[in-house]
């Protein structure tokens, strides 16, 4: 199974950027929906960003759309969220999640589900002081 890797949490001003980084333990572009998503403790996962099957087709919550970005990089099997302008309700555990693709039969509309996803990173803490 594939193992996440979640990096490049950290603490900045509002207004500042962080670019986190999911590394996995194996090529998985081609078979996986990749999904950031974060949770303050004691909350549900909220889905922030998807990577479809290809870096043409992204999604975003509408919390987040114009400030992240979401990118790949195919020869580091890694997925970046680059967060721009955060503020502090930004702050959160942010994780990244894998799901095979067959497993999930429109992703258009079913990316925010955490349920679905069945391979987890450890998370990165990302902290915003206003």
């Known amino acids: 199974d594939v193992q996440l890797v979640e990096s490049g949490g950290g603490s900045v001003q509002a207004g500042g950027s962080l670019r986190l980084s999911c590394t996995a333990s194996?090529?998985?572009?081609?078979?996986?929906?990749i999904t950031w998503f974060r949770q303050v403790p004691g909350k549900h996962r909220e889905g922030v960003s998807c990577r479809g099957s290809g870096d043409e087709e992204t999604y975003y919550a509408h919390f987040v759309q114009g400030r992240f970005t979401i990118s790949s990089d195919r020869a580091k099997n890694t997925v970046y969220l680059q967060m721009n302008s955060l503020k502090p309700e930004d702050t959160d555990i942010y994780y990244c999640a894998a799901e095979r693709r067959r497993d999930i039969t429109d992703i258009a509309t079913m990316w925010t589900y955490e349920l679905l996803y069945d391979y987890w990173g450890q998370g990165t803490q990302v902290t915003v002081s206003s």
């Open positions: 194996e090529p998985f572009f081609d078979d996986y929906y």
